[in-house]
């Protein structure tokens, strides 16, 4: 529509002579100039052209003339060119139909490791139903009902994933909602995004905890946000504590993170009435409460509240698999229009891909048998690894946490003054351990310490030889 | 861990009467209090509390007494609250093992309705091989490799399908490329936001094309970017025409959304230069190239520059299904380390679930020959509806296009000054059809009149019935 009678000589020649060469790529250059060269020619109007000579040609492209050679033979064995001996090289008259040429292959950078002991937060996925899991898949898009293939998916998720989450919500987590509350997001990091274009001014400043999930201070200052630290304490945040001019908290209620406090019900009512006085919006991050092996799971804060100040986090990951990459917020009643409107402009981040599979996981029941049993499994791993660690009595304090993926223990009385826990985690790391320091959770001075050791992924076998490690380490940190 | 010994009587009243209930909401009311107050009692330490009596209650609320009792008689008959006849109603002694409440069930909004005629940009999903592609997911998944259970699987997405697409690109697109350059995004919005954190400095501003896509400059400002919108002739955006001071452009070089014109190489030669000197970037959109029915595919604007200034945005949406989500953007070299910065701290918004059965797709040959089926149809559906169009040739300008999924059509002399294109879309609403108005698309005063017209995604019958439709629509706005 657009070549054909522009093109011309000159225009050929200055194409040619601007063709792209990255000398920094794994792409060899003869590859490369052949490439941009065939681009160049399938764009069509240069048939019969004549190419400048190989010296020429090498000459402009600062390449050498081998490199030139190379790729002109390429093309003319691709029928692209044609050599006429003694008279150069030439656009051949008719093209031949777009072959594919092999993709240059450069070596990709090596997979990311499996999980080291004692990674936090990685669900066992070695005791994951796959089977179940690829059948619910194949199910739903061998013959997809039309609503999975409509024209412009609801940005809010499917239908029947936000009514399985919003089961699930009222029988795990004491949160009644109505499915429209619910909406799928892409993880954390989706969701803050959403909440600040539907519900956040840029610039707004939002309460974290300290010590607390270091990379949501990231996540929100990339959304434009301005994270809070505030100092919590053995019952998590006090909302006594909460600086002025805030628009809303970001809180780990049910299980602070990392320390696994849980904040009691006088410091939920403070923070419901702080938020109904200043205006200000509460972000519950219940990113693990499914885990709780003694006693009751804490009911939400969010249900406490009704729904009307709180928004609610929460998230597949620690539950299936972190590149699954499906989590949800419940939103106020008030917030639904404005996310609406928002989503609607930018659509989802989220594949309709997984979703109607993962409702069908849900709503058959085979969810919460999974979480079940990956409880009564990861209390089993929380106290083999409390045992496997008595050897360490002194050098670490060894308390059983009632609930979550990881505990969190302080440095006994027998480092103190000795090693602090990044010296610690340091050096477990070169024994192949990864342990997590307390302190390097926290942006405010004068940090605690301690160890956040996950063992919800791991094997007794490898917690036992993983801990054997451990307790060496610490006794050599210790002198 | 934190509630024991700490609640006591005032605490529990106070809890009751902060009971949040929201009464715009689709659940009913005594579901609600039923819930909030399950959630609190799941809480603990309450247990032998007395309940206010429900009038009390009621009147705290502001609710019916009604409404309390049918509450407590929930709560009651689930074991969380026992009554003993003439002193009132306790917290049971004993809680019973968190029960699964039959979660409160609202309508949600009807799915969003299947595509009408003439809804651009559609494929025909019901000619997508299904089948084949479930067996690609439920392989993939149910004994999955190692790698795609990694504890932090590659922000740039599943190495094979980056490879896969590198491949692609090479045979369909004419650009040499890396797979270590692709990174996998969840779609245009997606990818903008990645370059706006990685690339494009808050506030940048970007030419985009006018007419051109419209809710790309919604993306843009949503983003933080601001969009400049320049006019556009018969050959697509004119390099000369650039404002001073972008740090970008984006463009469509291939098929210029809407109108479908193709960049002439001397202007595409014009716009790396004008990148060069203003040390600014390209954004080249390749939203729908691969349907191509006449002559050879253009080369991607990327490969004539080596990719050096100029970044490749991809989509499947068109290709596969809108709900799928995927996209990918493939990279300069000199951003890959900002990009992987970017992304190492936000994490990737991509599933990895669809992942490794698309690269299998594609890598098996079976996308390509899926694509190439598609061409042939989608052409027999150009010509077809052009042709059902026959009886309005005075009304409207009939010029087949050598590519795409949609037809420009520019209003005919005997519509001049009689009807505006977007009156006719209007009109053709009213007859159940999705015209859509090519000056609606434009932001700069005096646009181009023509109706967007798109047939890929509807078969013969459909298109025919609404070409007549269609017809009709033109010759009453006609007079």
Redesign the interface.
């Known amino acids: 529509?657009?070549?054909t009678g522009?093109?011309n000589r000159s225009?050929f020649q200055?194409?040619l002579f601007?063709?792209?060469?990255?000398r920094?790529?794994?792409?060899p250059l003869h590859?490369?100039l052949?490439?941009?060269l065939?681009?160049?020619l399938?764009?069509?109007?240069f048939a019969g052209e004549r190419l400048p000579p190989s010296r020429a040609m090498a000459g402009e492209l600062g390449v050498s003339r081998m490199t030139v050679t190379t790729a002109y033979d390429q093309l003319a064995a691709e029928g692209y060119l044609s050599a006429r001996q003694g008279s150069g090289t030439f656009v051949a008259a008719h093209?031949p139909h777009?072959?594919?040429?092999?993709?240059?292959?450069?070596a990709?950078?090596a997979?990311?490791?499996?999980?080291h002991p004692f990674?936090p937060g990685?669900p066992d996925?070695a005791l994951f139903p796959?089977?179940l899991?690829?059948?619910h898949?194949?199910?739903?898009?061998?013959?997809?009902e039309?609503?999975?293939?409509?024209?412009?998916?609801?940005p809010f998720g499917w239908?029947p994933l936000?009514?399985a989450i919003?089961?699930h919500?009222?029988?795990?987590r004491?949160?009644?909602?109505?499915?429209?509350q619910v909406v799928v997001t892409?993880?954390a990091?989706?969701a803050i995004?959403i909440l600040r274009?539907a519900a956040l001014p840029?610039g707004a400043r939002l309460a974290v905890e300290d010590p607390g999930w270091p990379?949501l201070q990231?996540?929100l200052e990339?959304a434009?946000l301005v994270p809070e630290p505030v100092r919590i304490d053995g019952?998590?945040l006090d909302p006594a504590h909460l600086p002025a001019g805030l628009a809303a908290a970001m809180v780990t209620p049910s299980r602070h993170y990392p320390t696994?406090?849980?904040?009691?019900?006088?410091r939920r009512?403070a923070l419901?009435?702080w938020a109904e006085r200043r205006d200000a919006l509460v972000i519950e991050d219940d990113y693990d409460s499914e885990f709780r092996y003694q006693?009751?799971?804490?009911?939400?804060l969010a249900?406490?509240?009704?729904?009307?100040r709180t928004i609610y986090m929460g998230s597949f990951s620690k539950l299936l698999?972190?590149?699954?990459?499906?989590g949800y917020l419940v939103l106020?009643?008030p917030l639904l229009d404005p996310v609406r409107a928002?989503l609607e402009?930018?659509?989802?981040?989220?594949?309709?891909?997984?979703q109607p599979a993962l409702a069908a996981f849900m709503s058959s029941g085979e969810f919460?048998t999974h979480l079940r049993r990956m409880r009564r499994i990861y209390a089993r791993r929380q106290a083999f690894l409390l045992q496997a660690l008595e050897p360490a009595a002194g050098l670490l304090e060894l308390r059983p946490d009632?609930s979550g993926m990881h505990l969190v223990l302080r440095l006994g009385p027998a480092l103190a003054g000795r090693a602090t826990d990044r010296e610690i985690a340091a050096m477990a790391e070169a024994e192949g351990l990864l342990v997590r320091a307390l302190s390097a959770h926290a942006r405010l001075p004068d940090p605690p310490q301690g160890l956040i050791l996950g063992y919800a992924g791991f094997g007794e076998d490898r917690l036992g030889r993983a801990a054997e490690r451990l307790v060496a380490v610490l006794r050599r940190a210790a002198g």
Chains 1, 2 share one sequence.
Request: charge should be positive; aromatic fraction near 2%.
């Open positions: 529509m657009a070549n522009k093109n225009n200055a194409a601007g063709l792209g060469l990255d920094d790529s794994a792409v590859l490369q052949a490439g941009a065939r681009g160049l399938i764009g069509g109007g093209l777009l072959a594919p040429p092999a993709a240059p292959r450069a990709l950078p997979p990311p490791q499996m999980p990674h990685m996925q796959h089977r899991w690829a059948r898949l194949e199910r739903a898009w061998r013959s997809p039309p609503a999975l293939l409509a024209a412009r998916p609801d239908a936000r009514a919003a089961e919500l009222a029988a795990w004491g949160l009644g909602c109505s499915p429209e892409a993880g990091w989706d995004d274009g840029p990379v990231r996540l990339r434009g019952d998590g696994g406090a849980a904040l009691p019900l006088a009512l419901l009435a006693g009751q799971p804490l009911p939400s249900g406490l509240d009704g729904l009307r698999s972190p590149g699954l990459r499906i106020p009643r928002h402009v930018t659509g989802t981040r989220v594949s309709l891909l997984p919460a009632p």
